[in-house]
């Protein structure tokens, strides 16, 4: 991707746990057909864990040397990755122009948002087919969007950035469907491998970067929670 491999450095970071990660995960396992989140996707807030996590980023942020450190801060308009970013740049001992973008909000789910899996199957037994027929990738529920929908967004932030920030540093603050369809476009993945890239989730406050080797950007880490794990939480 052109737009991207003219980048020094793209650093990409999924927002800190939120309280609907919390939600998500209680009733995993459940007979549950409702995540019981409230809020509308927009604003879903960080909670206590995830404002800990930002901070722990920003304190990576604060030790980068300086010729890695960002000259541009884009994040998505969702409260949780904007206050991520927010939360991190507060700890970074330099200032770093931070903007918002609407193409790096997460996935839409149309008429499947709120639901569990179960829910998904019980209320609407024929998309779950359908997107069994399909796959994640090429599947769009009513009213949202299909991973080829994310990938064809990112094409235009990335080329946008480019234009904005050539040659430069630049942080994401995003969500986990955008870190996977992220890495799909720089390093020109089919849809089988992204697919099995996803298996591993990506986790909250985690860091995925790739730097500008002269032929392109090329991957230095993905998926990293080192930064976490050194300040004491538990590794995802």
């Given at each position: 991707?052109?737009?991207?491999?003219?980048?020094?450095?793209?650093?990409?970071?999924?927002?800190?746990?939120?309280?609907?990660?919390?939600?998500?995960?209680?009733?995993l396992g459940t007979d549950a057909e409702e995540t019981?989140?409230?809020?509308?996707?927009?604003?879903?807030?960080?909670?206590?864990?995830?404002?800990?996590?930002?901070?722990?980023?920003?304190?990576?942020?604060?030790?980068?040397?300086?010729?890695?450190?960002?000259?541009?801060?884009?994040?998505?308009?969702?409260?949780?990755?904007?206050?991520?970013?927010?939360?991190?740049?507060?700890?970074?001992?330099?200032?770093?122009?931070?903007?918002?973008?609407?193409?790096?909000?997460?996935?839409?789910?149309?008429?499947?948002?709120?639901?569990?899996?179960?829910?998904?199957?019980?209320?609407?037994?024929?998309?779950?087919?359908?997107?069994?027929?399909?796959?994640?990738?090429?599947?769009?529920?009513?009213?949202?969007?299909?991973?080829?929908?994310?990938?064809?967004?990112?094409?235009?932030?990335?080329?946008?950035?480019?234009?904005?920030?050539?040659?430069?540093?630049?942080?994401?603050?995003?969500?986990?469907?955008?870190?996977?369809?992220?890495?799909?476009?720089?390093?020109?993945?089919?849809?089988?491998?992204?697919?099995?890239?996803?298996?591993?989730?990506?986790?909250?406050?985690?860091?995925?970067?790739?730097?500008?080797?002269?032929?392109?950007?090329?991957?230095?880490?993905?998926?990293?929670?080192?930064?976490?794990?050194?300040?004491?939480?538990?590794?995802?």
């Amino acid at each position: 991707m052109a737009g991207v491999n003219a980048l020094q450095w793209l650093n990409l970071t999924r927002h800190g746990e939120s309280t609907g990660n919390v939600a998500y995960r209680s009733v995993l396992g459940t007979d549950a057909e409702e995540t019981g989140i409230t809020e509308r996707d927009a604003d879903i807030p960080l909670s206590g864990t995830g404002r800990a996590q930002a901070a722990a980023l920003g304190r990576w942020l604060a030790a980068l040397p300086e010729d890695e450190r960002p000259t541009l801060v884009v994040a998505s308009p969702y409260l949780r990755a904007l206050d991520t970013a927010r939360i991190a740049l507060a700890e970074a001992p330099y200032t770093v122009p931070l903007r918002v973008d609407e193409r790096l909000r997460d996935r839409e789910q149309g008429v499947l948002e709120g639901l569990t899996p179960t829910g998904v199957r019980r209320r609407f037994p024929a998309e779950a087919e359908r997107a069994r027929r399909l796959g994640k990738f090429y599947y769009r529920p009513p009213g949202g969007e299909s991973w080829t929908d994310l990938a064809l967004r990112l094409r235009g932030f990335y080329r946008d950035l480019e234009a904005e920030a050539p040659g430069g540093r630049v942080l994401v603050a995003t969500h986990d469907a955008i870190v996977v369809v992220s890495r799909y476009l720089v390093e020109g993945l089919s849809e089988r491998e992204v697919l099995e890239i996803e298996k591993e989730p990506v986790g909250n406050a985690s860091l995925s970067r790739w730097r500008q080797d002269g032929g392109g950007l090329r991957a230095v880490s993905y998926n990293d929670s080192t930064h976490l794990t050194s300040a004491g939480f538990p590794a995802h």
